[in-house]
């Protein structure tokens, strides 16, 4: 790689960081420090606007990058997973995006709490909220640092570091001073660089194989080394039983999770109306979908174009495929074009990273503040003082994430993105489908289900061999492990499931009639919705 | 009168401001902030809201149609995932040109999922927005006269 990519590269980025700040800056110019203001950007925004951030929330440059990396390796084991984050959407719609938005107002313990003893329902959800927030943070994080190494030839230490600390530092200020309002303009002007860039790389894709999909498939096949093989499952999934089970748990978690995930559950509290909520979903399935089926698109060009050895020289795990497809693209390596496209993809991943983590960042201030610090310390505070925890929980956040990103670098970041939705399935999804749909859910059902979800998913990592007990672990030297899997997902989802269920049958709590049928009447109606 | 008007999204927070006649909607959902007498008073509100006969009808429609939907995607997909980990060869069957079947369902997956929303949001927009929007107006007019009537 030539300076020129770099240089360039750094110029458009630099640019969305000063576009960015003027609109934390503008926004923050005239807010009024309310609760409201902080959590919901005051639940104006149009389903469109909304839509897009969700895709903004929603498409991570794990998406774009390592997707994209992994169809280019191993052809369609790669689709699989682009598949499940898809049709997760279909169960967010269903039950969860309209319903939350009436029952709700910040997160997702306010639609839990509507009917349960508060203090330790509260806590219990917040925590489950905080740790899943944290995890896909770190993800981000790390891959952040990657990023640079792989993308603008800084490989040393200190260059990853800076890039992760920077990246904190950026995320937290978005947060802290232009709250919910300045986080969502910056989902949707990401999103629109995005799939901008994503439909240009497309369309050239397309003009060099004119249109010809089959022929872009067949070439891929060929140019893989692998035959037809590459074009059906089982060449990344496919080996023993126990890597098989490990991809059905994945994708489990895949489509449970996305309904769990506290950052996008807060964005339904963005619009007015849940009809509003129900289109800006609506919105970024189409445009999620659209997303999803171009990164296909994109994955088997790298390898029919690049071919999978040239990806595989530039990083192992495939996560440099779509730049050095859009070098190629553009006319090749010393050419301007190939200069120009490749600092724009560069550019264009290092912002979709930048305004994930402040979704998450916010998020997950939000359950610190209106959750934990509400449950625990209960001296009447008042809204205005809670959004003043929310900024200093989201600095907080902001130095764990940096330190935990510094500290997990060598960590697989796909493996973290899948974590964090096996833990939002097991921990939050079953609380939050009892407690809308099921009318004798108790306290201690709601509390048992958080924690039976959270600890056995959270455990199963610690002894699986992730952690321990093989070359690529964490802790290579010793040896604990005692679960095969490295996703828990199809072993703690239903185990949330089970527990709030038992945690229901066992308590001597009497549902309350009066409260199930407001949390019914209200989710479906919408009536007393803030 | 804009209410009549399901296509006109009410705004959730401006309750007040479409009302000429009564006190200006506290703030917070039902029974949030209320004194006791108008908790308990909104709380059988809810209890009577529930067993009416128009929201019986709003909630089976809704769920007539989430239920089954959920089962036919949940299943499409984990059978998707299984037969994909389990039996590749299958998968692997060529129909047309480089297009094998594993190519079909996993675009499949992307259409049924796009006409599965597409139907879900005309069926609410058609069968739950206008009763559901009417319950809601009726809920909350029912709710404010007996914390009026409580203070």
Redesign the interface.
């Known amino acids: 790689m030539t300076g020129h990519h770099q240089t360039l590269a750094l110029l458009l980025f630099s640019g969305f960081v000063a576009v960015t700040l003027a609109i934390t800056t503008w926004v923050s110019r005239n807010r009024r420090g309310s609760a409201e203001e902080f959590y919901a950007g005051g639940r104006l925004f149009s389903p469109l606007e909304n839509g897009f951030a969700i895709a903004g929330d929603y498409m991570s440059a794990a998406s774009f990058l390592g997707v994209t990396g992994l169809i280019a390796l191993y052809g369609y084991d790669g689709m699989l997973y682009v598949v499940g984050f898809l049709v997760a959407w279909l169960l967010v719609l269903f039950l969860v995006a309209e319903l939350v938005r009436n029952c709700g107002r910040f997160t997702l313990a306010d639609v839990v709490v509507a009917r349960m003893s508060e203090r330790p329902v509260r806590t219990a959800a917040g925590t489950s909220s905080v740790t899943v927030s944290v995890l896909y943070l770190v993800a981000q994080m790390v891959g952040a640092g990657s990023l640079v190494a792989l993308l603008l030839g800084g490989t040393s230490t200190a260059a990853r570091a800076w890039t992760v600390i920077g990246v904190g530092t950026l995320m937290v200020i978005y947060v802290s001073l232009g709250g919910m309002r300045a986080t969502t303009w910056i989902q949707i002007v990401k999103a629109v660089l995005l799939l901008s860039g994503t439909v240009a790389l497309t369309v050239l894709v397309l003009l060099r194989f004119h249109g010809d999909f089959d022929r872009l498939l067949l070439t891929a096949a060929e140019r893989s080394g692998h035959g037809d093989a590459f074009l059906a499952p089982g060449l990344k999934y496919g080996g023993d039983w126990t890597a098989r089970l490990d991809f059905i748990s994945l994708g489990l978690a895949l489509v449970l999770g996305t309904a769990g995930l506290p950052h996008i559950l807060s964005r339904f509290y963005t619009v007015p109306t849940a009809r509003a909520a129900r289109r800006s979903v609506l919105w970024s399935i189409g445009l999620i979908g659209g997303f999803y089926l171009m990164t296909i698109v994109l994955g088997f060009a790298a390898a029919a174009i690049v071919g999978p050895e040239a990806v595989r020289g530039s990083n192992a795990a495939g996560n440099t495929a779509v730049p050095l497809l859009a070098l190629d693209l553009g006319g090749g390596a010393d050419s301007t074009g190939g200069t120009v496209l490749f600092a724009v993809v560069a550019a264009i991943a290092f912002a979709t990273i930048l305004a994930v983590v402040a979704g998450i960042t916010l998020a997950s201030s939000a359950s610190v503040a209106h959750d934990l610090y509400a449950s625990l310390r209960r001296s009447h505070a008042k809204p205005r003082s809670e959004v003043t925890v929310a900024r200093v929980a989201s600095v907080g956040i902001g130095v764990v994430a940096i330190a935990l990103g510094l500290l997990a670098r060598d960590l697989n970041v796909a493996f973290l993105v899948g974590l964090a939705f096996a833990v939002a399935a097991s921990a939050n999804l079953p609380v939050l489908l009892y407690s809308l749909f099921w009318r004798g859910f108790t306290t201690r059902g709601a509390v048992w289900s958080v924690y039976g979800g959270l600890v056995p998913a959270l455990a199963l990592v610690v002894l699986s061999p992730v952690v321990s007990g093989s070359p690529e672990s964490l802790f290579p030297g010793v040896d604990f492990q005692y679960f095969p899997l490295q996703n828990p997902g199809i072993v703690s989802i239903p185990l949330g499931f089970l527990a709030g269920w038992l945690g229901t049958v066992t308590s001597a709590e009497v549902p309350d009639e009066a409260k199930h049928a407001e949390t019914e009447v209200r989710s479906l109606t919408g009536a007393g919705a803030v | 009168m804009r209410y009549d008007d399901p296509w006109y999204?009410?705004?959730?927070?401006g309750w007040g401001e479409t009302d000429g006649v009564g006190a200006p909607a506290t703030?917070?959902?039902?029974?949030r902030g209320a004194e006791e007498e108008g908790l308990?008073a909104?709380?059988?509100i809810?209890?009577e809201?529930?067993r009416s006969a128009a929201?019986q009808e709003?909630?089976s429609r809704?769920r007539r149609f989430?239920v089954p939907?959920?089962l036919v995607?949940?299943t499409w997909?984990?059978g998707?995932?299984?037969t994909?980990?389990?039996a590749?060869g299958l998968?692997?069957r060529?129909v047309a040109?480089?297009?094998?079947v594993?190519?079909l369902a996993?675009l499949g997956?992307?259409l049924t999922?796009?006409v599965?929303?597409?139907a879900?949001?005309r069926h609410?927009r058609l069968r739950r927005?206008r009763a559901?929007?009417e319950?809601?107006w009726d809920?909350?007019e029912l709710?404010r006269a007996a914390r009026g009537s409580a203070s």
């Open positions: 999204d009410a705004l959730a927070s703030g917070g959902g039902p029974g308990s909104a709380g059988d809810y209890l809201v529930q929201f709003v909630r809704y989430v939907g959920v995607f949940l997909y984990v998707y995932v299984v994909a980990t389990t590749p998968m692997a060529p040109g480089a297009v094998n594993a190519m996993g997956q992307f999922t796009f599965l929303a597409w879900y949001a609410a927005d559901a929007l319950l809601r809920t909350q709710t």
